[in-house]
């Protein structure tokens, strides 16, 4: 067994560790990954799970084999969690490697291919901000998944964090993709899901220790919850040395020249009070603002805009934009300072409940069909923010303004798990 030399607390950049963990057998992971917790409703899960007793939704959100009207955050939820995940280990369907291991998850999806190194980060690579941020977390959220992980004593699925690439990295991922992966399957989603592991974890903590930080991509949540259970557990723990598997966190690294942004589009309930000729005025009042038959934007500072059954494109003018500003030149900022604030009267978007957010996934033909059935007012098609604004946002230590991404492909939940004991 490779011996736990990496987790004391050398001073490096990123510290990056392998762990033992517990996955499911060949045999049955396509009946075990699911979608993560977080992108499907209760009832959406309920029905992804139905019939399969062996989807770690039974884990992730376990809420679904409750009464529906149990609240999601109550005791029972996170018991039926950790009853359901000594299930999966006493049947076989979660088993743990004998060895400490790092592991390559790829995933291939509309012809592109992203590959993330799987291991643990130090918690306090996250308080010491080594792991930058982007994004203001919501305590209630926080709440749920730092007691998630402290009922099962374990990370249940990994946060996508994102870095700057290395030669040395890029290397070892590309040599030991040419080995038979352990898993290679395509989900429901049409994604093509590939996990291999690697024989020499030793040569990933290595590299990483070259690399000067890295970056919450998808899961600020569950990396802070990651962090707060981490420092619980610690505070339980009279004889903490230091040394203990609740000092890290699941994470799967992904080189931010993979990864893939889709637009967060919005829709806003109701018009403000205004009519449609007085909105249309208004809108035409910010920039450029015509019909047109391609609702997604062609660049950014561009914006699709749908009334009445009808598409508008609406252009910022580009001289008013000022670029050297890493979060005023952000499109969601752009949009709330613009449009959403003076046009639609719309407030903190964090808390105003006029507005809502659309997966990019979904694409602008849901939001024709919400505004065409009277659930909103305007649906409104956004550019997608870049992964290098990701970046100098994080570097500035700001904070984007709440839902400026959504990564495409997700990880698929239940194919690596880290236990905090």
């Known amino acids: 067994m490779l011996a736990r030399a990496f987790s004391g607390l050398q001073e490096v950049p990123i510290r990056f560790n392998p762990f033992a963990s517990w996955r499911p057998p060949a045999d049955r992971v396509e009946r075990v990954a699911s979608p993560p917790y977080d992108v499907v409703s209760r009832e959406e899960a309920a029905l992804v799970a139905e019939g399969n007793p062996l989807s770690f939704l039974h884990i992730g959100r376990s809420d679904i084999d409750l009464p529906a009207d149990v609240d999601p ?6 018991d039926a969690a950790r009853i359901a995940f000594d299930r999966f280990r006493v049947e076989g369907t979660l088993c743990q490697d004998a060895e400490q291991s790092i592991y390559l998850y790829a995933l291939t999806w509309r012809g592109r291919t992203q590959v993330g190194v799987v291991g643990c980060v130090h918690i306090d690579d996250y308080e010491a901000d080594i792991i930058k941020k982007h994004e203001r977390t919501r305590p209630e959220k926080e709440d749920d998944r730092t007691r998630h992980m402290v009922t099962l004593r374990a990370n249940a699925e990994p946060v996508i964090l994102t870095f700057r690439d290395t030669a040395r990295l890029h290397e070892l991922v590309g040599a030991d993709q040419q080995a038979t992966p352990i898993y290679d399957f395509v989900a429901d989603d049409d994604v093509r899901h590939r996990v291999w592991r690697v024989e020499k ?3 990933y903590v290595a590299a990483f220790a070259d690399v000067p930080s890295c970056y919450v991509a998808d899961g600020h949540h569950r990396t802070a919850g990651g962090w707060r259970a981490g420092k619980a557990l610690r505070e339980a723990n009279p004889h903490h040395t230091g040394s203990e598997e609740y000092n890290w966190t699941l994470a799967a690294l992904f080189p931010a020249s993979e990864l893939t942004i889709l637009p967060y589009n919005r829709t806003v309930r109701d018009l403000g009070g205004r009519s449609i000729a007085e909105v249309r005025q208004a809108l035409a009042g910010t920039g450029t603002f015509e019909e047109t038959t391609t609702p997604e934007p062609e660049a950014s500072g561009q914006f699709g805009v749908y009334l009445e ?6 252009t910022l003018d580009p001289a008013s934009i000022d670029r050297t500003d890493p979060v005023r030149a952000l499109d969601a900022a752009l949009l709330h300072d613009r449009i959403l604030a003076p046009v639609f009267g719309i407030g903190d ?10 997966g990019g996934i979904r694409g602008s033909e849901e939001l024709a069909q919400r505004v065409d059935r009277g659930d909103a007012a305007v649906g409104i098609a956004m550019y997608p923010t870049s992964v290098e604004q990701l970046l100098a946002v994080a570097d500035a230590g700001s904070i984007m303004p709440p839902k400026s991404t959504w990564f495409e492909p997700k990880l698929r939940s239940g194919l690596f798990v880290h236990t905090l004991e």
């Open 349 to 358: 978007a964090r808390t105003d409940a006029r507005i809502d957010f659309v």
């Open 309 to 314: 059954g009808c598409w508008y494109r609406l």
């Open 201 to 203: 974890p030793g040569a």
């Open 73 to 78: 955050h109550a005791s029972e939820v996170y």
